[in-house]
DNA sequence: AAATAAATCAAATATACATTTAACTTATTT
DNA sequence: AAATAAGTTAAATGTATATTTGATTTATTT
């Protein structure tokens, strides 16, 4: 067995960091090789020498850019699991945008991408992903809402909380991309990611209370400034 | 000045409903002439004869699939003005998310699709058609929270709202539109447009309550079930 | 230093597609 | 019925781009 040669993997990883970046901002279709080459500094055909093809250097860089994004934000948004529930929902949420807002973060770009406009590619590999980040938030809404997981009040709360994170922060990053959008005057909010979870937060601990089934009123804690 | 012949419009019409339909499910860089062409039993020389280039047929198909669905769903969701703010608040939800759900409207899927993947081709129109819907859901929301539009509650607000309308059903549409996906068990929840309009205007007036300046507690009515 | 495997490269190949062209049909007008 | 304009058509053109090829360079091992 010999050794690599090292300028190999280094050419490997500047393709995977180009990658993810170029399909993050045109998806996969739009995105051709002969760009990402030129941004890694590589020759085209190193794409089918190091991946195999273009579709498998999709994959290989959603899988790069998704560990890499929850390594940086934990799911837990760095709550201990002590704290109290509302405390800990504010974290998540907290996690979840700070992630998509990050403009290094390129898993988001992608996976909205991907949703929009399937490959069917990225579909186990999203599927596995995600579930890391929402098993955890579904967990969190039982307990507030204090009921058993499958529970149809559950799945809509849960619900709820993820389209409030997600919604506002793509649209933010879609203005971004196309340019000569006239201003809507609410930009402002968008980016400022701390008050909108905040924000998200209270809206949605309210929303949750009242579903709760009638018990002798509990904490009342807010949380944020 | 001399009188059309009759097929010509017959091919136009065909050749909006195929483009609406097909870059709804595709996109605009994944669809093709050549599909568009013979769905609508056309020529492919038809489109650059009757809408001079992909580009504009692809406004054009924006339009005329926005114009139908406004017509199909008004924005108030037929609840009378005079009713009260939370049954108006549920009306406009419903219009929405049934607007989304239905499989014969395509101009939510461009839109998506759009902001995935800007073309920027769409850029104006999309602006001065989502304001129609928007402006009123704002509106009604200064009414709930008491507050000048202006007000960054407000704003936040509506931005909740829109997000859960939008959310849970592109999510619904992306999952049918790639095979293969392990089901989650919420399926059915997605299923039931109704009930989630009902979940998301108590959800939501919940949440707009907590953050209404205080004041003598006024009509909690709810909506729904 | 020679041998070898890894990695890179420029150029060639092949395919997919939007658009154009110029011939051909059909309906309407005179 | 001849003339004309609107509309349709098959084939041609040109461009973009994924992938392959075979030669070439580079680092490591013996």
Redesign the pocket.
């Known amino acids: 067995?010999?050794?690599?040669?090292?300028?190999?993997?280094?050419?490997?990883q500047?393709l995977l960091a180009a990658a993810g970046e170029i399909f993050a901002a045109k998806g996969f279709?739009?995105?051709?090789?002969?760009?990402?080459?030129k941004q890694a500094?590589?020759?085209?055909?190193?794409?089918?020498?190091?991946f195999?093809?273009?579709?498998a250097?999709y994959v290989e860089s959603w899988r790069h850019a998704f560990t890499r994004s929850l390594s940086i934000y934990p799911p837990d948004g760095g709550v201990k699991a002590e704290a109290p529930a509302e405390e800990r929902l504010h974290g998540r949420i907290r996690a979840i945008m700070r992630r998509i807002i990050d403009p290094q973060s390129h898993d988001f770009d992608i996976f909205h991408k991907e949703m929009a406009n399937p490959t069917g590619l990225l579909a186990t590999a999203m599927q596995e992903s995600m579930e890391q980040i929402f098993t955890g938030l579904n967990r969190l809404v039982c307990e507030l809402l204090d009921q058993k997981p499958g529970a149809h009040e559950v799945q809509l709360c849960a619900m709820s909380i993820r389209a409030q994170c997600f919604g506002p922060l793509l649209h933010a990053r879609c203005r971004k991309s196309v340019q000569g959008l006239p201003t809507t005057g609410l930009e402002p909010l968008l980016e400022d990611v701390e008050q909108l979870a905040d924000h998200v937060t209270r809206f949605s601990l309210a929303g949750i209370r009242a579903l709760r089934p009638r018990h002798p009123q509990q904490s009342h804690n807010e949380v944020g400034p």
Chains 1, 2 share one sequence.
């Open positions: 067995m010999r050794k690599q040669r090292s300028d190999g993997q280094e050419t490997r500047n279709r739009e995105t051709t090789i002969a760009e990402i080459c500094e590589a020759n085209t055909a190193a794409v089918s020498y190091h195999g093809s273009k579709e250097l």
